[in-house]
């Protein structure tokens, strides 16, 4: 199937500074990367839709300043947690899908953040 | 936004037994997914049922669905330690490239 790869899978980072997470489709073109948060032992919660070329679109309550999203290319997102703090702390997933396999989406291997 | 709800949470069983695991949801649907999650990890695909589909096998996997009650079951048949994972229904509401709503999982121990 395909592969997506996520990094770094685990950071640590202090308030008030910013992370960047990568998302990577390695043997297929993603137009579209969705990106979901899940706390623990809790569902995955869709935070927003990467749309390669454009803006995302975010889910409600999601802050788009706060969460900022790139799709800058075919094969790569990325999600930057700005002025973190330790409620940001978090497992941040993405995935997609690839038009080969039809409707079921291929995920990262995520990346726990955790703020001091 | 949740779409509905796992059941059970949680679940404990001896190796070779069968799990069960039930999915309701709240909007309409045009396919149902399961996935499996290991502890830290990502989520993987496990299989699919469509909306006009109420019965499907993979492997040890039997899937079922009925629409008129918004719901779904997952069964996993001669468990084994390895199946010891997350797993979670999703459900895909439109055609298209659009996301998937998680339901909440069940958490399955397997015990050798």
Request: charged content about 20%.
């Amino acid at each position: 199937g395909a592969v997506v790869s996520q990094h770094p899978s685990r950071v640590i980072c202090k308030s008030g500074t910013s992370v960047k997470i990568e998302c990577r489709s390695l043997d297929f073109q993603a137009t579209t990367m969705f990106w979901y948060r899940q706390f623990p032992k809790q569902s995955l919660m869709l935070m927003a839709t990467s749309n390669e070329g454009s803006k995302a679109t975010y889910e409600q309550g999601v802050e788009k300043d706060k969460f900022l999203i790139n799709h800058a290319s075919l094969t790569l997102s990325t999600l930057t947690v700005t002025s973190a703090h330790p409620e940001d702390s978090s497992f941040y997933i993405c995935s997609a899908r690839d038009v080969r396999e039809g409707e079921k989406l291929f995920f990262g291997s995520g990346t726990q953040l955790s703020v001091l | 936004s949740q779409q509905g709800e796992e059941d059970p949470q949680a679940l404990s069983i001896q190796e070779g037994e069968n799990a069960t695991m039930n999915c309701s949801y709240k909007t309409s649907i045009n396919n149902l997914q399961w996935y499996r999650q290991n502890s830290g990890r990502g989520l993987v695909h496990l299989i699919l049922i469509r909306s006009n589909e109420r019965e499907k096998h993979s492997g040890r996997l039997r899937v079922t669905l009925d629409t008129s009650k918004k719901s779904s079951s997952l069964l996993i048949t001669a468990s084994r330690a390895a199946d010891t994972a997350s797993y979670f229904c999703a459900t895909d509401g439109r055609s298209g490239n659009t996301p998937l709503v998680f339901g909440k999982g069940t958490r399955l121990s397997v015990i050798a």
